[in-house]
């Protein structure tokens, strides 16, 4: 008999922010996931707190950022987020060079990361991204922006298995852009 897995959303809140500073301290999330080099739970309060109260500070200006912790069949299992695209500076490039904004007016933008080992190299990041789509992303936007690293092999097949599609980038960049559109948005082409 199959059993269904389901995948739940829960706002981040501080009394996650153990989960988080374990996650963070795993060598396959520090690969891709910026930050200090060991974690602590101050480091993770500092960075976090304004998440839990939806925004993240730049440049003086609280700019609106869903976090959110998910579990898979009732495991907390990993950190993900939603933002505008538009509201933050992407590191090392500009938004506009890489994606039509004409075309893309109302983007999203995740971020995410599996933190439990056990839950690895089984398929779940597409789902849960596939369903954070869903669930949130396609409520707020009509299409939504990842850039994982170009190191990053498992995630750029992650978001192509989640129904994302790699932009053409001319850029020796270290980088590689991806977008996904809702379905029920098809007058905005990738």
């Known amino acids: 008999m199959l059993f269904e897995v389901r995948v739940t959303f829960y706002p981040l809140e501080r009394a996650h922010f153990s989960y988080l500073v374990r996650w963070l301290n795993m060598p396959h999330v520090q690969v891709v996931w910026g930050g200090p080099t060991r974690w602590t739970l101050a480091d993770v309060t500092q960075k976090y ?6 925004y993240l500070e730049e440049n003086g200006e609280r700019k609106p950022i869903f976090a959110y912790i998910y579990a898979i069949s009732g495991v907390l299992a990993g950190f993900i987020q939603c933002y505008d695209a538009r509201h933050f500076a992407r590191e090392g490039y500009e938004l506009a060079d890489v994606v039509d904004l004409g075309k893309h007016q109302n983007l999203g933008a995740i971020d995410f990361y599996l933190g439990e080992t056990a839950l690895l190299g089984n398929g779940w990041g597409a789902v849960v991204v596939q369903e954070f789509l869903s669930q949130f992303v396609f409520k707020k936007f009509h299409s939504c922006f990842v850039d994982p690293d170009l ?3 498992y995630g750029q097949e992650t978001f192509k298995k989640a129904g994302f599609v790699a932009l053409e ?3 020796d960049s270290y980088i590689v852009p991806m977008i996904a559109r809702s379905r029920t948005n098809s007058l905005f082409d990738l």
Do not use: L, P, Q
């Open 49 to 54: 707190s304004s998440h839990v109260d939806g």
């Open 151 to 153: 190191a990053n092999i």
């Open 169 to 171: 980038y001319a850029d």
